[in-house]
């Protein structure tokens, strides 16, 4: 399959999902099986384009084909025989016109990826620095772990931990606060280096021992992200480190660690942190007493049975991915509801790149996606701390209407695309790999949020680790590479 037949593949979709739509035929019910069947050819059409005509199942397009797989098609299914989550309000005929904007987004989506229209513009860009032969790995990594885990302390000092803003929390963030945020994923980047020089021999001595050590510090990372109550972290260290096994480890996909990673995730990991945090009234408990809310969720798990604790592992999983849900609210209750100004998102991305005491009267982002939460009676009107997503498609849908949809995000495709190949020297280099790893998931998980927040957000981390690996790439090769004296 090469790019034309990719993209006309994708513009088919574009039509024939419009056209369903146009038909007005989303309550009968025949609609959701066609859709779905729909949803399952487009997405695999996509991890076909990735894994067999670029031979890179772990590049970003395949990735989000499986985030839009699991987020509306298997969503939509999920919901349509389990009812209606706590907070949305949809029917059958929202649910199924929320698949279809979905599935209308991907494929524009799809579409701008496969065109790849920035090529040109990434060929004149700067290339990201690749790490010398010459230059020890250690040399790089020792300063990422000081940065970040410095700014790991301040987040404890400042109250930024845990995954939830203290209760009633209405002050925006600032510049400083975004950058200690940012910094504090530094050790995941410098743990994923480890491991990426490890597998492709970079080290000189020890190779056993440093992918030992990668492995060790892995586990750490998961560990230090758990008590947060933030489930999306934890997957994020599971996929770099997957990430770093495929490219650096063999290129060959691992299948192993990938099912074991899937029924812990499901059967243990969400359902697990779902319980530790508890419900929308009682989000802080487990901030208070962490320990306390860990044996909690630690007995509750060990108390049920087999078929419920199966039961409890879709129940939490879907929750989790329930894109599919909040655009069928949106659709439900109307795009008038939140009253946006046609663009008004989408100007925040401007904003984003100018420091807040330069301008700040500035939007804070990071507080649209409870106000959405609370304008559509998702949440209750005291709850200032959860976040619910809003998704791409939905933000352009509120922007601009279905126009927006299908004109936005092949925009959005196309610096998927861009910054997916920026760092395409994943294949051999150890900083391009650790730096992909890290920032893979955040661009997934940015996928339900805003486009300033899940597109623009990641960037600034791979913007300071490629500056961070140059400068300090830059002094190791000036400085005195450590010898063993010769023996007499």
């Not at 936005?408 to 730096?435: H, K």
Request: contains cysteine.
């Amino acid at each position: 399959m090469d790019v034309r037949v990719a993209s006309y593949l994708a513009a088919l979709v574009i039509v024939v999902v419009a056209g369903a739509l146009l038909a007005k035929g989303l309550s009968d019910s025949a609609v959701l099986p066609l859709l779905v069947c729909l949803g399952v050819v487009e997405t695999g059409a996509a991890v076909a384009y990735g894994a067999r005509c670029k031979n890179d199942p772990f590049s970003l397009l395949p990735l989000i084909a499986i985030f839009y797989l699991l987020g509306f098609v298997a969503g939509a299914v999920y919901f349509h025989y389990a009812g209606r989550e706590q907070g949305f309000s949809f029917n059958e005929a929202t649910l199924n016109a929320g698949l279809a904007m979905g599935l209308l987004g991907f494929a524009g989506l799809f579409l701008g990826y496969v065109s790849n229209p920035l090529r040109r513009a990434l060929a004149w860009a700067p290339r990201f620095p690749m790490l010398r032969q010459n230059v020890s790995p250690l040399r790089i990594v020792v300063p990422l772990l000081a940065l970040g885990w410095t700014a790991r302390a301040m987040q404890l000092a400042k109250g930024l931990y845990f995954h939830d803003a203290p209760q009633g929390e209405t002050a925006a963030n600032t510049g400083a606060t975004a950058i200690v945020q940012t910094v504090a994923a530094l050790p995941t980047v410098a743990v994923a280096l480890i491991g990426a020089a490890a597998y492709l021999g970079r080290f000189e001595r020890r190779q056993a021992l440093f992918r030992r050590a990668f492995w060790a510090l892995t586990i750490m990372e998961a560990l230090w992200y758990f008590p947060t109550g933030e489930r999306g972290q934890v997957l994020g260290v599971a996929l770099m480190a997957l990430i770093v096994a495929f490219y650096a480890g063999g290129r060959r996909i691992p299948w192993k660690l990938l099912v074991v990673t899937g029924i812990l995730v499901t059967f243990v990991l969400f359902p697990f942190i779902q319980t530790y945090r508890g419900s929308f009234g009682e989000q802080h408990v487990y901030q208070r007493e962490p320990g306390k809310s860990l044996k909690t969720a630690l007995e509750s798990m060990t108390s049920r049975s087999l078929g419920e604790n199966f039961e409890t592992g879709l129940d939490s999983v879907f929750s989790r991915f329930n894109d599919v849900t909040s655009v069928a609210t949106i659709l439900h209750k109307g795009r008038e509801v939140m009253g946006l100004a046609p663009g008004e998102t989408l100007r925040w991305t401007v904003e984003a790149s100018v420091p807040r005491f330069v301008y700040p009267e500035k939007e804070d982002p990071g507080r649209f996606h409870n106000g959405f939460g609370r304008t559509y009676d998702i949440l209750e009107d005291w709850n200032f701390h959860t976040s619910i997503a809003t998704t791409q498609p939905g933000e352009l849908y509120l922007n601009f209407g279905w126009l927006g949809v299908i004109l936005g995000m092949p925009i959005v495709g196309a610096l998927y695309r861009a910054i997916n190949d920026f760092l395409a020297g994943r294949w051999s280099d150890p900083a391009a790999l650790a730096v992909y790893s890290v920032i893979t998931w955040p661009l997934i998980y940015g996928l339900e949020s805003i486009i300033v927040l899940g597109v623009v957000g990641p960037l600034k981390l791979l913007l300071i680790s490629t500056v961070l690996i140059w400068v300090l790439g830059r002094l190791s090769w000036s400085l005195p590479v450590a010898r063993r004296p010769a023996r007499t």
